[in-house]
């Protein structure tokens, strides 16, 4: 069964082989994966709401490119009901084993809002938000797979986060103990192609903040323009609003880095995406000729190199900064102005 779906997208990578230094990582990662990865799911499938052949296409095709990298990969399926209706979903999850239990988690959503259609001939096809995350994941994974990590990594595609982080919360309260004791931190990757800048974030309510702070160094190691969010009215240094999947693993208290592309300079109280065209996502202009292949090659040379880092090295317990174990989820907050 396995061998059948393989190669049935065609996608075929071919990266050099790791030295395990990690120090090719950058030029390994070129974009190219990532963005032929997010033609097939913008071009080929378009729009993926929850409940509906697009999701479910877009998860047979995570599933097989992971096969093909040749991860562990576990089905998480899940059901909740919204609005009087019930739905299924599910999480992917692809697993790198490492020597020891210490975990990195990289998630990104792979359901889209619905499809917008404009009068200038505009139709979105959730190409940003976030189809843009998963194949920045996608090539990490591949990136990643050449190495031999101590650590162990965990990529996870989750379902249904545009009906209120469904999936992520799901997995986080399937956590045991043990795994949420022994998980470093959890990567989260939301709208990593379209805005102005590039940016790293810890969560809310005193969520320790080294991973975004090794993140930064790594950015900064690199070459690239990272940030960090400003201090604001509603917002302290270096935080961001509980909107997208690292709230539920912010709640039990693991680190979070959650990276994406945005302003903040022209909106300090919670971003807004460009300048020029305002909110992209979850607009009629979220689609293929809005990204920017750039930004997805900077965004995975910035994450393989983190998920490296935090892998190779076995951290003191008080180093993963547990702060709030079994605290679960709330609410979900929303941004200024962003559209439905």
């Known amino acids: 069964m396995v061998l059948l779906t393989l190669f049935s997208f065609g996608i075929i990578a071919t990266i050099a082989p790791a030295d395990q230094s990690g120090l ?15 033609e097939y799911l913008t071009e080929e499938i378009g729009v993926r709401v929850t409940g509906t052949a697009g999701a ?36 992917i999850i692809a697993t790198k084993h490492g020597k020891f239990d210490q975990t990195v988690i990289v998630g990104a959503h792979y359901d889209s809002v619905s499809e917008r259609v404009c009068t200038d001939g505009n139709v979105s096809s959730g190409a940003g938000d976030n189809a843009s995350g998963v194949v920045v994941m996608l090539e990490a994974a591949e990136v990643l797979s050449n190495y031999k990590t101590k650590g162990t990594i965990k990529f996870i595609a989750f379902g249904a986060e545009e009906m209120g982080l469904r999936g992520s919360r799901y997995y986080a309260n399937q956590m045991s103990d043990e795994e949420i004791a022994n998980t470093v931190t959890m990567i989260d990757l939301d709208s990593v192609g379209v805005g102005d800048f590039f940016y790293v974030y810890a969560g809310l309510d005193d969520n320790p903040g080294w991973a975004r702070d090794l993140a930064l160094k790594i950015g900064q190691r690199i070459g690239h323009d990272l940030r960090t969010s400003p201090q604001s009215e509603y917002f302290d240094w270096g935080t961001t609003g509980d909107w ?3 709230v ?29 065209y305002g909110w992209v996502m979850h607009t009629c202009m979220d689609n293929l ?52």
């Open 289 to 340: 000729s809005f990204i920017k292949h750039e930004k997805l090659e900077l965004t995975a040379e910035v994450v393989a190199a983190l998920v490296f880092e935090l892998s190779k090295t076995k951290l003191p317990k008080a180093d993963k900064g547990k702060v709030a174990k079994g605290n679960k989820y709330i609410s979900i907050q929303k941004r200024n102005d962003l559209p439905n």
């Open 248 to 276: 539920p693993f912010k709640d039990l208290g693991i680190p979070i880095a959650y990276f994406e592309w945005m302003n903040w300079d022209i909106e300090p109280d919670g971003g807004l995406e460009t300048e020029e």
């Open 24 to 38: 090719r990582i950058p030029e390994q990662v070129t974009g190219d994966l990532a963005y032929e990865h997010l």
């Open 244 to 246: 997208s999947d690292h």
């Open 56 to 91: 479910e296409d877009a998860a047979d095709y995570i599933i097989d490119q992971f096969f093909q990298m040749g991860y562990d990969v576990e089905i998480q399926p899940f059901t909740f009901e919204r609005w009087g209706r019930i739905y299924t979903s599910e999480n």
